[in-house]
């Protein structure tokens, strides 16, 4: 019988490759956070915690944060009623079927840098393609300086979050697929309409899918980095920035890598403690 040392032989390359990329970086990002330095990393001052105490006093880092979380809710909000609608009318054969596939599953299959660029593109105030089309129909009076007015700026942010809900939709119409369709078939000769096989059936009898939606997409909102910086770049003035695109802007200044640091490290407990949620009402999900 083969022992253990099979099992950790055959790991012992990912244990490597973890051990490199992983905990050493953490352990660098742990010590950096305590210092004040540069990106070259010379000439570092050790100041213990006060890069933790002034990220957690600076007004930028906490609207960052609540961004971040804000963003992660109205997500998690389309994706259990948008999401779910549009998944439940692709399962079920409605006509051009394909068609939305293709116009809600293309962010997903595409970088969303390349996306997130696009979409800021047509943002834009003077020639951008939304402010275009509502002066060509008649309606410029609606045109916005989306990136200059805060309020516009939130709008086309949840826009955005609005068409990238892909992933969400992929889960549920993979999930929606193991239902036991003579429930469904009972219903129908019950009388039910589909609204209310939709609501009353299906929706409680994917519970452990909402949940895996609900969890994926706020820890999802921690690395949408790639989405707001290459949309608003955090205009106007900072007041869409999440928590990636703050650290990123806290690298710039001069000896600021240790601050950054310190950031890095809260927003990374901030999430872990969502992991650890997910794990638990993951579980308690599945034993019910």
């Known amino acids: 019988m083969r022992?253990?040392?099979?099992?950790?032989?055959?790991?012992?390359?990912?244990?490597?490759?973890?051990?490199?990329?992983?905990?050493?970086?953490?352990?660098?990002?742990?010590?950096?956070?305590?210092?004040?330095?540069?990106?070259?990393?010379?000439?570092?001052?050790?100041?213990g915690t006060q890069n933790f105490e002034l990220v957690l006093s600076d007004p930028s880092f906490q609207r960052s944060l609540f961004n971040t979380v804000a963003f992660g809710i109205f997500s998690v909000a389309v994706a259990l009623t948008l999401g779910f609608v549009l998944a439940?009318?692709?399962?079920?054969?409605?006509?051009?079927?394909?068609?939305?596939?293709?116009?809600?599953?293309?962010?997903?299959?595409?970088?969303?840098?390349?996306?997130?660029?696009?979409?800021?593109?047509?943002?834009?105030?003077?020639?951008?393609?939304?402010?275009?089309?509502?002066r060509g129909i008649g309606l410029g009076f609606l045109a916005q300086d989306w990136l200059g007015d805060p309020t516009a700026a939130y709008v086309g942010v949840a826009v955005l979050l609005t068409y990238t809900i892909g992933l969400p939709i992929m889960y549920y119409t993979t999930d929606v697929a193991q239902v036991n369709t003579s429930i469904v078939e009972s219903a129908t000769l019950d009388g039910a309409n589909v609204w209310q096989i939709y609501r009353i059936m299906l929706y409680p009898l994917l519970r452990s899918t909402h949940i895996t939606v609900i969890l994926s997409v706020i820890l999802g909102s921690f690395r949408a980095f790639d989405i707001i910086y290459f949309s608003t770049a955090g205009q106007p003035g900072g007041r869409t920035d999440i928590t990636g695109t703050y650290i990123y802007n806290a690298t710039l200044g001069i000896d600021r890598v240790g601050y950054a640091a310190a950031a890095s490290i809260i927003v990374l407990i901030i999430a872990l403690a969502i992991s650890v949620i997910q794990i638990l009402v993951r579980r308690k999900g599945l034993a019910a």
């Open 88 to 134: 439940m009318m692709m399962a079920s054969g409605i006509r051009m079927r394909r068609w939305y596939y293709t116009v809600f599953l293309l962010p997903s299959l595409i970088p969303m840098s390349l996306f997130a660029t696009v979409f800021g593109r047509m943002l834009e105030t003077r020639d951008g393609a939304i402010n275009e089309f509502l």
């Open 3 to 47: 022992g253990p040392w099979y099992a950790v032989a055959f790991l012992a390359p990912l244990l490597v490759f973890y051990a490199v990329y992983f905990v050493y970086s953490f352990g660098v990002l742990g010590v950096v956070s305590t210092q004040t330095v540069g990106l070259t990393f010379r000439n570092a001052v050790d100041v």
